[in-house]
């Protein structure tokens, strides 16, 4: 079974440019999240979609920090401007709606450097 | 809200000690509980989970952890470690009556075994 897949894998930018994350979940896995995770710290989480419809997006900086998941499959993410502080790697996980508990399976994510 | 505290942030062991990596969270409710580990280069991978029943839980590679109620702690065991074990532990709380089942994460546990 194929896992979350998760591009690019790098990305370095200067602040204030733009920059776009993709993910696609595991086949059939309806839940689809976004986590920002800063060096030294656990996982945050930015935005939760089931299906194509936002189910948390409580903390997710939304004056710069976009996402979307059009078809309810692949999903991005998107920061402009982006600032020092979005120096992160960026992490895409789903999970099979219905299973319990709904355990959540985590792509490779993407290392964002901002300059 | 949830919290999730990991005391330990870097532990280092020689081959075939024991190991026990500390989780308190503050939730007053039903949790389902994780243990996620980060192995050099890869990808967040799911070690355990606790929903329910017995507190004592098993996972894959020898670990186990044991849900204390009472102490609000889900402690992650292994009574022998090996090189191979070298990776980042993040211990995980997700509240039952979070409709979102946002994850909440530890600040993570950097275990460096020695050969």
């Known amino acids: 079974e194929a896992g979350v897949a998760q591009s690019p894998r790098y990305k370095i930018i200067e602040k204030r440019q733009s920059v776009a994350f993709w993910c696609n979940p595991i086949?059939?896995?309806?839940?689809l999240y976004w986590y920002q995770q800063i060096l030294g710290q656990g996982p945050k989480l930015l935005i939760q979609?089931?299906?194509?419809?936002?189910?948390?997006d409580s903390q997710l900086p939304k004056d710069r920090f976009s996402a979307e998941r059009l078809k309810g499959v692949d999903s991005t993410l998107k920061i402009q401007p982006a600032k020092l502080e979005d120096s992160a790697v960026y992490l895409c996980?789903?999970?099979?709606?219905?299973?319990?508990?709904?355990?959540?399976?985590f792509g490779p994510g993407t290392r964002l450097l901002v300059l | 809200a949830q919290s999730v505290s990991q005391h330990n942030h870097h532990v280092i062991l020689s081959e075939a000690a024991s190991l026990e990596l500390g989780c308190n969270y503050s939730?007053?409710?039903?949790?389902?509980l994780f243990w996620y580990v980060q192995y050099p280069g890869q990808h967040l991978q799911l070690l355990l989970k606790?929903?329910?029943?017995?507190?004592l839980v098993k996972g894959i590679k020898g670990f186990e952890a044991e849900f204390i109620k009472s102490k609000f702690s889900f402690n992650l065991r292994k009574p022998s470690v090996q090189w191979s074990d070298t990776a980042e532990y993040f211990c995980?709380?997700?509240?039952?009556?979070?409709?979102?089942?946002?994850?909440?994460f530890g600040g993570g546990t950097r275990l460096m075994v020695k050969p």
């Open positions: 996980a789903s999970s099979l709606v219905g299973s319990f508990p709904e355990t959540q399976y």
């Open positions: 086949s059939g896995h309806a839940t």
């Open positions: 979609f089931q299906n194509n419809g936002v189910v948390d």
């Open positions: 939730y007053g409710g039903t949790v389902n």
């Open positions: 606790y929903f329910s029943g017995d507190p």
């Open positions: 995980a709380v997700n509240a039952e009556n979070n409709a979102g089942n946002m994850l909440t």
